[in-house]
């Protein structure tokens, strides 16, 4: 008589990856729904300057999200997100807000390298962990630089932009935009200075050509105009 049991062997369950987007391709998705959210129009020529690609590059990109589903293109050449493509976009920036946040706050990482940091992670990200982390972080509305994390907060705070400010008004930094984060000069020299959001300064000079000097007790500091265009916030006086 035979006592041994018969095991079925394990299965992996199998998913079809055809219509999923590409590591590349939720890059773009990501720069769609920056600009959709914040108002701004999105054309092929704009996120070739983003990416620092060619328009040939985005050209075969968009194409393939059009394929896929993703977006959509009216006549005049403009961007939206599908449905599909805006509920993955906003997880996808939900996770990498969520990751950078809990990187500040309970791992102490300097800025300079959250964003490479959460780039990592945040594709392995289960909900459990999505969830853990979030309590982790005392449900933040934002991500260290200041821009909403969906579902948290859906609104872009800081109505003017450093470069657009005069001489005399206050400035309450509000937000760093996006784009400064693949730029690891940029958002180190931010840290550095403590141009950070809820930071207040005194608008003592703003010369297009330099930038902008910002002034509060023990500092007086020149912003790049190059910088200066990425910092928004709220003026008073």
């Known amino acids: 008589m035979n006592n041994s049991h018969s095991v079925a062997p394990l299965r992996r369950r199998q998913t079809s990856t055809a219509g999923e987007p590409t590591a590349k391709e939720r890059e ?113 509305t934002t991500c260290p630089h200041g821009n909403p994390i969906p579902g948290q907060c859906d609104v872009y705070a800081g109505a003017a932009r450093l470069d657009t400010t005069q001489a005399g008004q206050s400035f309450m930094i509000r937000r760093i935009a996006e784009e400064a984060e693949e730029e690891t000069p940029i958002v180190a020299f931010l840290e550095a200075n403590g141009l950070v959001p809820g930071a207040e300064f005194v608008i003592a000079d703003n010369i297009p050509s330099i930038g902008v000097t910002l002034q509060r007790p023990g500092l007086s500091i020149t912003v790049p105009a190059h910088i200066a265009e990425l910092i928004w916030g709220d003026i008073a006086g």
């Open 28 to 140: 773009y998705l990501e720069v769609i729904y920056y600009l959709a959210a914040r108002n701004e129009p999105v054309i092929a020529a704009r996120l070739a300057r983003w990416m620092k690609v060619q328009p040939p590059t985005v050209t075969h990109i968009v194409a393939r999200l059009l394929e896929k589903g993703f977006i959509e293109r009216n006549a005049h050449g403009e961007i939206t997100l599908t449905p599909t493509g805006l509920k993955l976009a906003e997880e996808m920036v939900r996770r990498h807000r969520i990751l950078e946040r809990f990187l500040v706050d309970v791992m102490g990482l300097p800025w300079h390298l959250i964003h490479e940091e959460a780039v990592r992670l945040e594709h392995a990200l289960s909900p459990v962990m999505e969830e853990r982390i979030m309590a982790l972080v005392g449900h933040a």
